[in-house]
């Protein structure tokens, strides 16, 4: 079993930047992938940016140009920096950890609000 905590979320005025973090109580491994999706109120939970084994990194359109997703293995933990931020990004941010063989971890999420 592993815990994902996340944390860095709060209130933001639209143009200003948050760097969430997502701590791992167990090693991140290599071939791991991690990653942020967020959620929303009515919406579907939807991905915002993962990071694999190698440094392959995918956004999703909405946030490309505007996020950068990074992990510090030695610490186990995945940041998450968001530049020029929208009333639209506006969402519960959840960091999920997919093991290599399978099992797959989400955190708690912390909270984004974007005021316009």
């Known amino acids: 079993q592993v815990q994902l905590v996340e944390s860095g979320g709060g209130l933001v005025q639209a143009g200003g930047s948050l760097r969430l973090s997502c701590a791992a109580s167990?090693?991140?491994?290599?071939?791991?992938?991690t990653g942020w999706y967020r959620q929303a109120p009515g919406k579907q939970r939807e991905l915002v940016a993962t990071i694999s084994s190698g440094g392959r990194i995918n956004y999703a359109d909405f946030v490309e140009g505007r996020a950068m997703i990074s992990r510090d293995i030695a610490k186990n933990t995945v940041f998450l920096q968001m530049n020029s931020l929208k009333p639209e990004d506006t969402a519960v941010y959840y960091c999920?950890?997919?093991?290599?063989?399978?099992?797959?971890?989400w955190g708690q999420g912390t909270q984004v609000t974007v005021s316009s």
């Open positions: 167990r090693t991140i491994l290599n071939n791991d992938v």
């Open positions: 999920k950890l997919r093991r290599a063989y399978g099992a797959e971890y």
